[in-house]
Nanobody, 122 residues
């Protein structure tokens, strides 16, 4: 059974950092794309970053500030978020696609975690 559990969200001041974790179970990261998405109140869910054996990709809004990595031994994907801005405030979700190299669109991802809240505010 596929499982995804996010953690690491919280309240941070502008310019601060957070590291989100996505603990995966029931499958191996080697064979699937994992994506990070976010949804702010009143807005559509949007892609933030993806990672698979074919590479890592980032939305323009986070390039240069966020990095993504994975620890295959622990079956966990990390999203390191630096230089956070108030507009990064959202619920962040990790999700799994059906294969490798999947484009960053929510409709391509079939398994989702419960989300973790990130609030950037002074």
């Amino acid at each position: 059974q596929v499982g995804l559990v996010e953690s690491g969200g919280g309240l941070v001041q502008p310019g601060g950092s957070l590291r989100l974790s996505c603990a995966a179970s029931g499958f191996s990261l080697d064979y699937y794309t994992i994506g990070w998405f976010r949804q702010a109140p009143g807005k559509q869910r949007e892609g933030v970053s993806t990672i698979s054996s074919s590479g890592a990709y980032f939305a323009d809004s986070v390039k240069g500030r966020f990095t993504i990595s994975r620890d295959n031994a622990h079956n966990t994907v990390y999203l390191q978020m630096n230089s956070l801005k108030p507009e990064d405030t959202a619920v962040y979700y990790c999700a799994r696609a059906l294969g490798i190299g999947t484009p960053m669109h929510p409709g391509n991802y079939h398994y989702w975690g419960q989300g973790t809240q990130v609030t950037v505010s002074s």
